[in-house]
């Protein structure tokens, strides 16, 4: 494997593993080499340590959940649009459990990270264009959405919710709810 190791198969490799342990942060470089059939050493060919890996694996996390959630509103407007991004950000996180955390840190100005989420505001901002929402009112109420989905997701993925009650029927209810605020600003 180590002749046609390049970096995008290093990090696909190391976002399977973090997903596996629940927690990028506990992804070993020494582990990862193991599992690339590669020694610690040969990794730096294709990732600048632990801090080039994590790096590598924010833009790998934040451009598939760019894709999927433009993939989830493509020809849907307003209500639909909305609906369809926050089940798929749910999902993926739920998919992606150990790299889910590197999505919601901001990207530092000019950089990939930065890049990748101007466009995926810049698709809500198309959508919350569909209610009427423009310029700063729109930003707040991206930054409302993304609260709303972070929480939920990240209580539940922490098991935070422990009633015998339907999660799934208690999000639908919460992006409504939102929504229907939404509709009335």
Known sequence: ??????????VQKAAE?????????QLKLKDLAAALDIKVPSLYNHVKGSAGLIDALRIHALSELSGILQDAMVGKISEEAL???AQSYRTFAHANPGIYQLVIQAGEPGSEV????????????LILGSFGLQ???????????RSLLHGFVSLELAGGFGLDLDLDQSFERLIKDYISGIQNL
């Not at 890049?115 to 901002?125: H, P």
């Open 17 to 25: 593993l973090a997903n596996e342990l629940g927690d990028v942060h």
């Open 114 to 125: 930065e890049r990748i989420g101007k466009n995926s505001l810049s698709f809500l901002l």
């Open 83 to 85: 609906v369809a991004a």
């Open 135 to 145: 310029g700063d009112e729109a930003l707040h109420v991206v930054r409302g959405f």
């Open 1 to 10: 494997m180590a002749r046609d190791l390049t970096k995008e198969k290093v």
